[in-house]
C-alpha cells in the first residue's frame, strides 16, 4: 500500500509522551493528553489514511506501552486505511542468525487476504491439499481464514519431497506417503510455502490432476521467481521474494526454525 503516510515507533522511544510526540508530529494531528485521545483522534477519519511501523520492545518497556500498542492495534482493526505493522523487535532466534522478514503481523494480514481471495473465486466446497512439512502452519491458518470468509474446505496432506536437508534443491520431486483420498471431481487448492524453482508445485498439480481433480488451483505463501526452472505461475501468492533463503512459520532449514512465529530470513554464517 503506497501513499499512506506512514509513522515508525522505534526502540529508541523510551516514555508514553515521546511515542505521543512522535505520533502528533508524523500523523499531523493533535497531541493526545491520555489513552483514550489517542483512540478519539486516530480513529476520527479526519487524519488521513496511515501506517504506524511498531519496532518497540513492548515486553521491555511495561504495561503502559502495552496498553499505548493496543489503542493502535484497536484504531488498525476500526479503520480500513490504517495499518499496524508489528516488527517483532527482540524476537530474533536465540542464536541471533534469523532476522524478522516479515513479522506475524504481517503474515495474519496477508493471509487473510489470500483467504478473501480464494472464496471469491473458488466454489465454497472445495478440497485443500496442503504440502507437508513446510506448509503446516500456512495451512492451519488458512483455513481458519478460509471459514471466516465463508469458505468450507475438506483438507487433506500430502508430503513431498524436493529438497535434500541443505540449501539446494535435490531437481526431483518424490511422494512420500500416500496420495489424499476423495480427489475425484473436485475442484482442488494446492497449498505450498514457496514456490521456489516450480518443480513441486507442476509436479503435484498434474499429479492430483492424473488423479482425476477436475480444476487444481495453486497458493504460494512465498514465492521467488528469479529462481523458476520450471514454467509455472501460482494463481495465488502471499509474498514475492528476491532469491534468500528463508525459515520460520513452517519452513525449516535442516529441520529448524519451523516453529518460529514469524518468517524469517538465515544470515549467512
Ligand atoms: P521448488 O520445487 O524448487 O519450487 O521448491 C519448493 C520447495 O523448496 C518449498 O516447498 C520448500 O520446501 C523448499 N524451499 C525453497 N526455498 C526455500 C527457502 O528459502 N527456505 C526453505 N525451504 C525452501
Ligand atoms: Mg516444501
Known sequence: MSGLTRCVIDAGLTSREAIF?????????????????????????????????????????????????????????????????????????????????????????????LARDIAARMPREFTLVGLLKGAFVFTADLVRALDRE????????LQVSSYGTGQESSGKVKVIGGMPGSIEGQEVLLVDDIQDTGRTLAFTRQMLLDHGASRVWTCALLDKPSRRVVEIEPDLTGFVIEDVFVVGYGIDYAERYRHLP???????D
Do not use: H, M
Not at 514469524?262 to 549467512?268: C, R
Open 21 to 113: 510526540a512522535r505520533l502528533a508530529e508524523q500523523l499531523d494531528c493533535p497531541l493526545p493528553a491520555n489513552l483514550d485521545a489517542l483512540y478519539d483522534i486516530l480513529s476520527r477519519e479526519a487524519v488521513g489514511p496511515f501506517e504506524i511501523v511498531w519496532r518497540a520492545d513492548s515486553t521491555a518497556l511495561g504495561e503502559d506501552f502495552a496498553r499505548i500498542l493496543q489503542t493502535l492495534r484497536d484504531v488498525a482493526l476500526e479503520r480500513d486505511d490504517v495499518r499496524l505493522l508489528e516488527e517483532a523487535a527482540g524476537r530474533d532466534d536465540a542464536d541471533g542468525q534469523v532476522k524478522v522478514l516479515f513479522s506475524e503481523r504481517q503474515v495474519a494480514e496477508r493471509v487473510q487476504e
Open 150 to 157: 465463508g469458505a468450507r474446505p475438506r483438507v487433506e496432506f
Open 262 to 268: 514469524f518468517i524469517g530470513k538465515v544470515e549467512a
